[in-house]
């Protein structure tokens, strides 16, 4: 089986593959300071409850925007599994051509959701990414990725409201019952949520402008079926699209 690995500045998320099928999926808190063996420890325990073994796995596909890490899994990977896993960087072959003015200050987790879409969806499309940051990639119709937008994540926005407004408390990132909140907490859900769908829809709008009417709208990340709830922008919904992406790129480096 093959083990794919999404590290991120908040989430890391961990597929396990048996030929195309995801088998089995997780989610866990990143903490900069652990080491492999803590990192180990805990993957360990989710491959037995799900009735994995080590000898299980084959092979591994990392990608990581915390370059702390990238090290830790990798080291993970060699003495825990005893595999050497492709990690995603310039010399890896993605399927994706990258018309940025620098291609290698787009993070490693925006060009295998690239690969992703195009491989599912095909191009014009734009993939919005609910993490750490509300990130916004557009693929043209020739299947390059050519830009995108950044906006801080609906996490950290609420972090920063909380740490910056005395009075203001920490809230849960869930519907309110309606816009026009009757408390201090439904009124910060309402900001939040609400406030962010009107984000995606004006960034969705400018994007179709450039890339045109037939643009494909995709959503992923943590917080995309949140989201997606509250608007009608999204033509899908797909949680996984970075560990699809990242089983993908391994066949195409690793071909059969």
């Known amino acids: 089986m093959l ?58 596909a990392l990608a990581s925007v915390v370059p702390p890490l990238t090290g830790v899994f990798v080291d993970l990977c060699r003495r825990y599994l005893e595999i050497d896993p492709l990690v995603v960087d310039a010399g890896v072959r993605t399927g994706v051509r990258i018309r940025y003015d620098n291609p290698r200050e787009v993070g490693a987790d925006r060009v295998v959701n690239a690969a992703a879409t195009l491989h599912k969806y095909g191009g014009p499309a734009c993939v919005v990414d609910f993490g750490t940051g509300t990130t916004f990639d557009a693929i043209s119709a020739e299947g390059d990725y050519v830009g995108g937008a950044i906006a801080p994540g609906i996490g950290i926005a609420a972090w920063a409201l909380t740490e910056r407004a005395a009075k203001l408390p920490r809230v849960d990132i869930a519907r309110p019952p309606q816009a026009i909140g009757r408390n201090t907490v439904h009124s910060i859900q309402s900001g939040l949520l609400f406030g962010y769908v009107g984000l995606v829809k004006e960034l969705v709008q400018r994007f179709r402008q450039e890339l045109g009417p037939n643009m494909r709208v995709i959503a992923t990340g943590g917080l995309a079926e949140l989201l997606a709830q509250e608007t009608d922008v999204f033509d899908a919904v797909d949680p996984w699209l970075t560990i699809e992406g990242l089983r993908l790129i391994y066949a195409l480096n690793h071909p059969a």
């Open 3 to 60: 083990l794919c690995i999404d590290v991120g500045n908040t989430n890391i998320v961990l597929g396990l593959y048996r030929g195309e099928t995801l088998v089995n999926h997780w989610r866990i808190a990143t903490g900069r300071q652990r080491m492999a063996d803590e990192y180990a420890a805990l993957l360990l325990v989710l491959l037995e409850q799900a009735g994995h073994s080590p000898r299980d796995i084959q092979a591994g």
